[in-house]
């Protein structure tokens, strides 16, 4: 069964940076892509940042564009997201997601559908 677990949520002033990190289980399994999202109260969830098959293929949201990074680790099981400069329009549950929908089509933004997903992780900025 896979498994996604978020972590390295937390509460941040403006200005601050936090790192999230992402781990897909079981070893065996190597998803094609992974990507992150998040979602505000009262608010759709949205695409911040995703890793597509391919090599080096990667969408940013471009309201997190020059502050936030995404990596992943050799084994691709691995995912993190960078966040600087943080602002308070960043707080949200940030999800990780595994094998979502488009995968395939590499779309953008990817759709927050299918695939397997993690509890989320929560971000929290103050001003």
């Known amino acids: 069964q896979v498994q996604v677990v978020e972590s390295g949520g937390g509460s941040v002033q403006a200005g601050g940076s936090l790192r999230l990190s992402c781990i897909v289980s079981?070893?065996?399994?190597?998803?094609?892509?992974m990507g992150w999202f998040r979602q505000a109260p009262g608010k759709k969830r949205e695409a911040v940042a995703a890793?597509?098959?391919?090599?080096?293929?990667?969408y940013i949201a471009r309201s997190v564009y020059g502050r936030f990074t995404i990596s992943q680790d050799n084994a691709k099981s691995t995912m993190y997201l960078q966040m600087n400069s943080l602002k308070p329009e960043d707080t949200a549950m940030y999800y990780c997601?595994?094998?979502?929908?488009?995968?395939?089509?590499?779309?953008?933004?990817?759709?927050?559908?299918?695939?397997?997903w993690g509890q989320g992780t929560q971000v929290t900025v103050t001003s």
């Open positions: 890793a597509y098959p391919g090599g080096d293929d990667t």
């Open positions: 079981p070893d065996s399994y190597n998803p094609k892509c």
């Open positions: 997601a595994a094998a979502f929908i488009d995968c395939a089509s590499h779309s953008r933004p990817p759709r927050p559908v299918g695939g397997y």
